[in-house]
């Protein structure tokens, strides 16, 4: 499992941790019934410490994605699929339309801002992604030809 952590981020640590696992989860990269690493792995893989890690493990519980099995550590449930791909949208949706409405009120016209959508997703689709896309994960070619 790889975590990329950004200290300069308005988004708090734990949060990160916990968009991450969700979007993983949603992309199918973690699935249901996958155990995830200790508090004390994940704290040494991703260099953080492990009372941050366990307050992601923490909303990762309380948002219902995953669940403590005893004897054998948090376990992602089977519903958390569709919950991971609700929020993964949901917040996507919000911060892009943030940057949207951020370039509206900048005063650049309609043309111009679907250019820069339109050049940056043609960039996109030509990279890996972060996360892999599973099989069962709904895809297409990235939006870049559409109208």
């Not at 260099?47 to 923490?58: H, K, S």
Request: hydrophobic fraction near 45%; glycine fraction near 6%; proline fraction near 3%.
């Amino acid at each position: 499992m790889f975590f990329s952590i950004d200290v300069q981020s308005d988004v708090a640590i734990y949060l990160q941790l916990v968009r991450q696992v969700k979007f993983a989860i949603a992309a199918g990269t973690i699935r249901p019934g996958q155990l995830l690493p200790s508090v004390r792995a994940l704290s040494n893989q991703v260099a953080l410490n492990p009372n941050t890690v366990a307050r992601a493990f923490n909303q990762l519980q309380a948002d219902g994605v995953i669940e403590a099995l005893r004897g054998r550590g948090m376990v992602v449930r089977d519903v958390a699929v569709e919950i991971c791909r609700r929020e993964r949208e949901t917040v996507l949706n919000e911060r892009i339309g943030s940057v949207l409405a951020e370039a509206w009120h900048a005063g650049l016209s309609k043309k111009q801002i679907k250019t820069f959508v339109d050049d940056h997703l043609r960039q996109l689709v030509d990279t890996e992604p972060a996360v892999m896309v599973s099989s069962t994960e709904p895809s297409d070619n990235g939006g870049a030809d559409d109208e």
